[in-house]
Antibody, heavy 121, light 107 residues
Framework: QVQLVQSGAEVKKPGASVKVSCKAS????????MHWVRQAPGQGLEWMGR????????NYAQKFQGRVTMTRDTSISTAYMELSRLRSDDTAVYYC??????????????WGQGTLVTVSS | DIQMTQSPSSLSASVGDRVTITCRAS??????LAWYQQKPGKVPKLLIY???TLQSGVPSRFSGSGSGTDFTLTISSLQPEDVATYYC?????????FGGGTKVEIK
């Protein structure tokens, strides 16, 4: 069965970086884009960007350009999202979700369980 | 970028009521529209994609319609387990932005 398992909660100080992992299983890792979505406390869903695990190519939301880096390790079917220069308003639950980038395939049909990142001095 | 606007931001309805949520795109997105349900404290769940295709396992009381810029999610008979926040999302191209969400409660 398809599973996306994320790394555990993190507490970081302002200005630091955080790297969240998302380990995929139950499907061909390189066959689906991996997206990252975050949700601040009490707020809506915010798309951060995506990575093509096959090529390593990325697309980032303009808001995060220069602060976010998405990478992958195909040998262990794991995607990573690193966010730098953290601020208090980066406190959020960060999710990974897969997608085939194909109209007839259901988008974001599987999600990770979420990783809470807390930024506090 | 294309903006996704949902309305209303919240609603309260009785069990058995028909509930309709609207999503509007600032530019045409054909049928590249998905709907998600997020229950409190849970991971979002895909309900509908391609504007009107029900994801496997989703109850048939959920339906979607629309094309271009205007879309609707309808719950034909609201159930207590439908209490959640619903989000639309465009997926024709990056950025894959979401609407602001509609919180559905039971009256």
């Amino acid at each position: 069965q398809v599973q996306l398992v994320q790394s555990g909660a993190e507490v970081k100080k302002p200005g630091a970086s955080v790297k969240v992992s998302c380990k995929a299983s139950g499907y061909t890792f390189t066959g689906y884009y991996m997206h990252w979505v975050r949700q601040a406390p009490g707020q809506g869903l915010e798309w951060m960007g995506r990575i093509n695990p096959n090529s390593g190519g990325t697309n980032y939301a303009q808001k995060f350009q220069g602060r976010v880096t998405m990478t992958r390790d195909t040998s262990i079917s794991t995607a990573y999202m690193e966010l730098s220069r953290l601020r208090s308003d980066d406190t959020a639950v960060y999710y990974c979700a897969r997608d085939r980038d194909d109209f007839w395939s259901p988008p974001f049909d599987y999600w990770g369980q979420g990783t809470l990142v807390t930024v506090s001095s | 970028d294309i903006q996704m606007t949902q309305s209303p931001s919240s609603l309260s309805a009785s069990v058995g009521d028909r509930v309709t949520i609207t999503c509007r795109a600032s530019q045409g997105i054909s049928n590249y529209l998905a709907w998600y349900q997020q229950k409190p404290g849970k991971v979002p769940k895909l309900l509908i994609y391609a504007a009107s295709t029900l994801q496997s396992g989703v109850p048939s009381r959920f339906s979607g319609s629309g094309s271009g810029t205007d879309f609707t999610l309808t719950i034909s008979s609201l159930q207590p387990e439908d209490v959640a926040t619903y989000y639309c999302q465009k997926y024709n191209s990056a950025p894959r932005d979401f609407g602001g969400g509609t919180k559905v409660e039971i009256k």
